[in-house]
């Protein structure tokens, strides 16, 4: 038998699973019931002119039209292209122009920022009538309603695994995005994998916030495809409409992610009292101390850690629920069934021992096909063998998990000396004022750099600059403690990521507006030699 492709699933899922199915805030559909708005949704697409290849565009608030759209453009082997909704103007316009995009899906929200834009057709979902060069949804539908279904089923024959199916921007926190193509394969392969991980059930709903344009969102609905489980989405994330959902849905297995996400549900005013009992599992991804922390606040449940990239599908290591807790709190466990990982010295390519870190390569399943229009960039991170160079450094331990230490840019130069951000950040979380915590590096006459803190302090908690430095001082090597700490209330975001290239313009700019161009010495106190007993003896 050919291997399964996307649709499969979802035909799979129709027939032997009709307990299940999608959940939105803005609505939900039983497998059975999305197959059928998925086929109605494949025939619209196909009257405009979508043929196999072709590239479909969704800007859309996490929503039932990002499900029904990424799955009809499947259906007819096109592939489909989520825009992060943060995106300004410029950034739309490249994307769609990089893209090729045949068609944009959207709605009059997004309007504003497709000046300068120019895909073939737009379709505004919330709009029933065409305007301004732009379709309607009863032009869709009208559309969708007249066309022969032999032209989308002939091209759901000939669909194969090896054809393209999702084409993800990287977030370009540090250069322009760049679209990372995976194939019908790359997506069931995972899918499978992780349902296999995560040991779903027909019984499970698999809760996620994380958006329909960040591959954490597409793991989600692959996984409780495959492991015939709900799919529960919290659409545009708010932590007290989190915290209901996972509530009224008696949501099973949770993927927040990041602590940007997670720990504002967990410090929510009604989270002490919410019902959680149905929680079993949670994955998230922090230092050791902030996943002791997150796993303290709900015991009931699981907590287990992951890693991976847009490169590899998101999850490409991921915790087993046996596992003892001080080891999920601290390694990202081993490489799914599909996936083989290496720690490599970065420089030579050479396999490192465990214990040694190393940059984190990849291969297998769920392994990008390529970069879209760029097979320099392509054949620079892909080797002949197929392995894919992360750029993250990592370390394995003796049983083959890997822990995350710190992205391999991610390093301050202080006088000399290497810094990873990584490291200061996991301790300045120890802090009991200390929220989310991002560490970047500030120009510096002496040290050429020192380590500035943006700091989010937690709610209803207090601190000062001066506090949290002394906090630092004597505790960890003088040059890794922050010269500057500037407190956050928001964050400069790229889908979930922190944008630190703009945390480091802004300290960059202030140092440079009030003329500081050397940051204060630091002087730690001196290390005590324990005491001595009066009666010469040593201490015990």
Same mark, same amino acid.
């Given at each position: 038998?050919?291997?399964?492709? !996307?649709?499969?699933?979802?035909? $799979? /899922?129709?027939?032997?699973?009709? *307990?299940?199915?999608?959940?939105? @805030?803005?609505?939900?559909?039983?497998?059975?019931?999305?197959? !059928?708005?998925?086929?109605?949704? $494949? /025939?619209?697409?196909?009257?405009? *002119?979508?043929?196999?290849?072709? @590239?479909?565009g969704l800007l859309l608030h996490g929503g039932m039209d990002s499900m029904r759209f990424w799955l009809a453009a499947s259906a007819i082997g096109a592939v489909t292209v989520p825009l992060n909704v943060r995106l300004r103007p410029r950034e739309i316009a490249y994307?769609?122009?990089?893209?090729?995009?045949?068609?944009?899906?959207?709605?009059?929200?997004?309007?504003?920022?497709?000046?300068?834009?120019e895909p073939d057709t737009v379709v505004v979902l919330d709009r029933d009538a065409d305007s301004g060069g732009c379709l309607g949804a009863s032009t869709f539908d009208a559309a969708a309603a007249g066309t022969d279904p032999g032209g989308p089923g002939a091209a759901r024959a000939a669909l194969t695994a090896d054809d393209p199916n999702l084409m993800l921007?990287?977030?370009?926190?540090?250069?322009?995005?760049?679209?990372?193509?995976?194939?019908?394969?790359?997506?069931?392969?995972?899918?499978?994998?992780?349902?296999?991980?995560?040991?779903?059930?027909?019984?499970?709903?698999?809760?996620?916030?994380?958006?329909?344009?960040?591959?954490?969102?597409?793991?989600v609905a692959l996984a409780a495809l495959a492991g015939r489980c709900g799919f529960v989405h919290v659409g545009t994330f708010e932590p007290g409409r989190a915290l209901r959902q996972l509530v009224d849905e008696r949501c099973t297995v949770g993927f927040p992610a990041f602590e940007t996400i997670w720990l504002p549900v967990l410090d929510h005013p009604d989270f002490a009292s919410a019902d959680l009992s149905a929680l079993r599992m949670v994955i998230n991804v922090g230092a050791p101390e902030r996943m002791r922390s997150m796993q303290a606040r709900l015991p009931r449940a699981v907590q287990l850690s992951c890693l991976g990239m847009t490169e590899s599908f998101g999850f490409c290591c991921v915790g087993s629920p046996d596992d003892p807790a001080e080891v999920r709190a601290t390694t990202s466990g081993r490489p799914l069934r599909h996936m083989e990982a290496m720690v490599v010295d970065p420089e030579t390519g050479v396999e490192v021992a465990p214990?040694?870190?190393?940059?984190?390569?990849?291969?297998?399943?769920?392994?990008?096909?390529?970069?879209?229009?760029?097979?320099?960039?392509?054949?620079?991170?892909?080797?002949?063998a197929g392995w894919f160079a992360s750029g993250d450094q990592v370390v394995a331990d003796a049983e083959g998990r890997l822990r995350f230490l710190t992205r391999?840019?991610?390093?301050?130069?202080?006088?000399?000396?290497?810094?990873?951000?990584?490291?200061?950040?996991?301790?300045?979380?120890?802090?009991?004022?200390?929220?989310?915590?991002?560490?970047?590096?500030?120009?510096?006459?002496?040290?050429?750099?020192?380590?500035?803190?943006?700091?989010?302090?937690?709610?209803?908690?207090?601190?000062?600059?001066?506090?949290l430095i002394a906090f630092c001082l004597g505790a960890v090597a003088t040059y890794k403690v922050p010269r500057y700490v500037r407190f956050v209330d928001e964050w400069p975001m790229s889908g979930t990521k922190v944008q630190k290239f703009r945390l480091r313009a802004l300290i960059a700019d202030e140092l440079a507006r009030r003329g500081v161009t050397e940051a204060p010495r630091m002087t730690a106190p001196p290390v005590r030699a324990p005491r001595v007993p009066a009666t010469g003896q040593s201490p015990a």
């Open positions: 038998m050919p291997d399964p492709t !996307v649709p499969d699933l979802l035909d $799979a /899922r129709a027939a032997d699973t009709p *307990g299940q199915g999608v959940v939105f @805030p803005d609505g939900r559909a039983s497998y059975a019931e999305l197959a !059928v708005q998925v086929g109605r949704v $494949a /025939r619209g697409l196909w009257a405009l *002119g979508v043929r196999p290849g072709d @590239p479909v994307v769609i122009s990089d893209a090729g995009l045949r068609v944009l899906v959207t709605t009059s929200a997004f309007e504003p920022v497709l000046d300068g834009a921007y990287t977030s370009g926190t540090t250069s322009r995005p760049r679209g990372c193509v995976h194939t019908h394969h790359s997506l069931v392969a995972e899918g499978e994998a992780v349902a296999e991980r995560l040991q779903l059930t027909a019984e499970d709903r698999f809760w996620t916030p994380l958006p329909m344009f960040h591959c954490g969102g597409f793991d214990g040694v870190p190393g940059e984190f390569r990849f291969r297998g399943g769920s392994r990008l096909s390529h970069y879209h229009r760029d097979p320099e960039l392509t054949a620079l991170r892909i080797d002949g391999l840019g991610d390093i301050l130069k202080v006088g000399g000396e290497n810094v990873a951000a990584a490291e200061i950040e996991g301790f300045l979380s120890e802090h009991p004022a200390a929220g989310i915590v991002a560490v970047v590096g500030a120009p510096d006459a002496r040290y050429g750099e020192v380590p500035a803190a943006f700091v989010q302090l937690r709610p209803g908690a207090s601190a000062t600059e001066a506090e």
